[in-house]
């Protein structure tokens, strides 16, 4: 989000800046805050945004993303082929319709759908897409329930932990509804069944469970929240659903530990969004979302349209969208299989674990998550205050790399970590050349520290 700043540079403003042939194309001031009135030669423009743009990261060594930074060069043709599709134009690009549901079925049927002829799923923006439109599902259903039984409709209530994603929050806000936040503890970084039970109720619209948390990686024990559901629905004839938030883990546990349930093989789980820019492989922005049946999308939030041709059923925040990465999530599966994706996941699994290991057995380190379940690897400082992670955030930028430092939420918020997210691109050696860095700046934080109290002795305490 950008604020309204309105700033103009005067031509002698900009010349005093770069002299007056600062570029051998450019001969017109960089218009920055107004619509510029002339134009600009397509080559003066383009060096101009590609220079700006160098200031990035370098997207290869930025380990706080768990979006795809890579992809084939056959993937990348087929994104540059359909770049100028949109996809809501079903009637104009049929085919590309076509294939999203192949998807669609492909998903539904990786995450076990028990009836393979009654499911409902869609593409979205991304996971927080899916997370809004699978909650609003079950806002309607509980609605309707409620009206049925004569009952108010008025106080609306979700459940969901203090370690799930802020789309969750923006979900309960934007759409009115209670949010109940199951805390998580000073020493456990996920949210327990039984603490979950004395949140819910008749108005519960659905029950939150993440597959793996963003701040550690780990997972909600999502067999005993369906196991306290279940007992709940016998006992007070209540049926809350659960949404699953396997916006990581929806591509890697399918493939690493297929015999683990968590998806549609348990009775509660109605809805799963996961990212495809995520473990998917794909670039941004892809999500999924996939209803256990199709009466758990009602029919008064589907949307049809018939302005571009054929009357088609749409469930979508946004009408417009990119039909290439669609595509590109298309050729990954083909290209991958069952056996691909697997053989991908295992090689970020050993790498993520190496790493664990690597930063355990420096004694500078404490593990918190050694990619459990998913690869991401979550450490604090050991010897020093866990806070002193920002600096050393701020340090290892020097050599490029990105690593997030930040605190945990509320009940454990003392506690500052760092993440990083193993991606397909990220090899032992890397890891390696990594972990020499991360230590060699954690020897200079404490350098610079002691060189600041030797300069100055009266000051006397040491912030770590
Ligand atoms: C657990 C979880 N849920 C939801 C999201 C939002 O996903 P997206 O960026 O695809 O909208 C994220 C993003 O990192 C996440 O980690």
Redesign the pocket.
Known sequence: MVSNKIKSESKAEHQMKYGKDHSRFLENDVPKYKFPDGKMEPRSAYQLIHDELNLDGNPDLNLAT?VTTWMEPEADKLIMENLHKNFIDHFEYPQVKVIEERIVNIMANLYNVPDSDDFIGTSTI????A?MLGLLAHKWNWKQRRIKEGKGVDKPNIVFGGD??V?WDKFARYFDVEPRIVPIAKDHFTIKAEDVKEKIDDNTIAVGV?LG??FTGEFDPVEEINSMLLGFKREKGIDIPIHV?A??AGYITPFYEPDFKWDFRLEQVKSINT?G??FGLVYP?L?WLIFRNKNMLPEELKFYVNYLGDEMPTYTLNFSEGSSMIVAQYYNILRLGKKGYGDIVRKMMNNANYLAKRLEKSGEFEVINGANHIPVVTFKLKNVDSSRAFELSYKIRERGWIVPAYSLPPNAEDTTIMRVVIRENFTADMVDIFVDDILHAKKNLDKIRIDRKKENPRKGHSVS
């Open positions: 768990f991304g996971s927080s897409e997370i799930t994603h789309s993440v948390t963003t938030d916006a990581s990212s820019h995520k922005g999500g």
